[in-house]
T-cell receptor, first 112, second 114 residues
């Protein structure tokens, strides 16, 4: 399975933009890039996903490099509620199960 | 509440016990999943069900036995577990099993095997 690499931790100030990077140099042409976040004592929460083009939704934006070997999750104005572990994963669209592999994620701290 | 409900939230069981974890979703999703999250380890996919048929069994020991009686319910039957099986067990669902759909996770069952 293709793997992702993320920094262990990042810090941000409240109300400032946050750019969370993810490297996936072994991504295949059929892999979708998904982002989730997990707060303590909760299950992961879906944030956004994409294949080749940049994507926007009410929670965040996803910027995908032209060669697809990296991507960046953008939180436009961080709030204290955005403090969580953020996971970048690849999901294989070739298999019926859409198999995915989670990594260790990035722990985002938001300072007031 | 995410739309995926897991019960119980916490479970302590002995190594000789038999117990079951339950997951329920009323989102109209056709795929359901079991994940395991151990301390200091990434989430591990255990099983995938699509339209009530198992489509993925990720080399999980036979002491874990999944059951999907309909598209809204998923069970994980546990027997003769080991202490290293202590973990957070997460259920998720998605509209379909393909990679174009995002997961909706439940809050998990925190399992402790003594």
């Amino acid at each position: 399975d293709a793997k992702t690499t993320q920094p262990n931790s990042m810090e941000s100030n409240e109300e400032e933009p946050v750019h969370l990077p993810c490297n996936h140099s072994t991504i295949s042409g059929t892999d979708y890039i998904h982002w989730y976040r997990q707060l303590p004592s909760q299950g992961p929460e879906y944030v956004i996903h994409g294949l080749t083009s940049n994507v926007n939704n009410r929670m965040a934006s996803l910027a995908i490099a032209e060669d697809r070997k990296s991507s960046t999750l953008i939180l436009h104005r961080a709030t204290l509620r955005d403090a969580a572990v953020y996971y970048c994963i690849l999901r294989d669209s070739y298999t019926n199960a859409g198999k995915s592999t989670f990594g260790d994620g990035t722990t985002l701290t938001v300072k007031p | 509440e995410t739309g995926v409900t897991q019960t119980p939230r916490h479970l302590v069981m002995g190594m000789t016990n038999k117990k079951s974890l339950k997951c329920e979703q009323h989102l109209g999703h056709n795929a359901m999943y079991w994940y395991k999250q151990s301390a200091k380890k990434p989430l591990e996919l255990m099983f995938v069900y699509s339209l009530e048929e198992r489509v993925e069994n990720n080399s999980v020991p036979s002491r874990f036995s999944p059951e999907c009686p309909n598209s809204s319910h998923l069970f994980l039957h546990l027997h003769t577990l080991q202490p290293e099986d202590s973990a957070l067990y997460l259920c998720a669902s998605s509209q379909a099993a393909g990679a174009t759909y995002g997961y909706t996770f439940g809050s998990g069952t925190r399992l402790t095997v003594v």
